[in-house]
T-cell receptor
Framework: AQRVTQPEKLLSVFKGAPVELKCNYS??????LFWYVQYSRQRLQLLLRHISRESIKGFTADLNKGETSFHLKKPFAQEEDSAMYYCALGSGNTGKLIFGQGTTLQVKP | KAGVTQTPRYLIKTRGQQVTLSCSPI?????VSWYQQTPGQGLQFLFEYFSETQRNKGNFPGRFSGRQFSNSRSEMNVSTLELGDSALYLC??????????????FGSGTQLSVL
């Protein structure tokens, strides 16, 4: 079964500390993975996708097929990073994204 | 460019009624997807439309239906509402078919409360 697991509902760090938001997936095919973010009172928006190998707002994510993980990392957290983060799995050409339950990142001053 | 627009923003209905939600995608976008968001289940895929055709549907009962018009605007309908249908319904549009690399642009959602 296709599934995305984000084991932490809440992650609280201090400003300047490293951040790692965990995402594990279950998918038999070649996975396409995304991180979406929702800042307070804003819309859900794409942060990054693994196929683009990009770094957005200092965040990176590496696909580890052996561990079936796509963890989101940032070396130095900023207060403006506080938001809800969703990991999502694209299941081929089906038009469907499977979302994890989300992790709230709280960056304290 | 205007973003994805969903109307209405809030809806209150009673059990047994039906409801229609509307979504206007970003100009030029031809694909519209719908998701249901609840605290317990998170974001769950409802369906995707591209060029007026439903390409895929999630695991929801037949009471949930939708359609897409020639101008790419989409509507979602829920008939015989149940208390469990209370949720935030999100619409997302994309330029082309939602394939593996397509970026979704989300609307603000319609908050449906069923009493």
């Amino acid at each position: 079964a296709q599934r995305v697991t984000q084991p932490e509902k809440l992650l609280s760090v201090f400003k300047g500390a490293p951040v790692e938001l965990k995402c594990n997936y279950s998918y038999s095919g070649s996975p396409e993975l995304f991180w979406y973010v929702q800042y307070s009172r804003q819309r859900l928006q794409l942060l990054l996708r693994h196929i683009s190998r990009e770094s957005i707002k200092g965040f990176t994510a590496d696909l580890n097929k052996g561990e079936t993980s796509f963890h989101l990392k940032k070396p130095f957290a900023q207060e403006e990073d506080s938001a809800m983060y969703y990991c999502a799995l694209g299941s081929g050409n089906t038009g469907k994204l499977i979302f994890g339950q989300g992790t709230t990142l709280q960056v304290k001053p | 460019k205007a973003g994805v627009t969903q109307t209405p923003r809030y809806l209150i209905k009673t059990r047994g009624q039906q409801v229609t939600l509307s979504c206007s995608p970003i100009s030029g976008h031809r694909s519209v997807s719908w998701y249901q968001q609840t605290p317990g289940q998170g974001l769950q895929f409802l369906f995707e439309y591209f060029s007026e055709t439903q390409r895929n549907k999630g695991n929801f009962p037949g009471r949930f239906s939708g359609r897409q018009f020639s101008n790419s605007r989409s509507e979602m309908n829920v008939s015989t509402l149940e208390l469990g249908d209370s949720a935030l319904y999100l619409c997302a549009s994309s330029l082309g078919q939602v394939t593996t690399n397509e970026k979704l642009f989300f609307g603000s959602g319609t908050q449906l409360s069923v009493l």
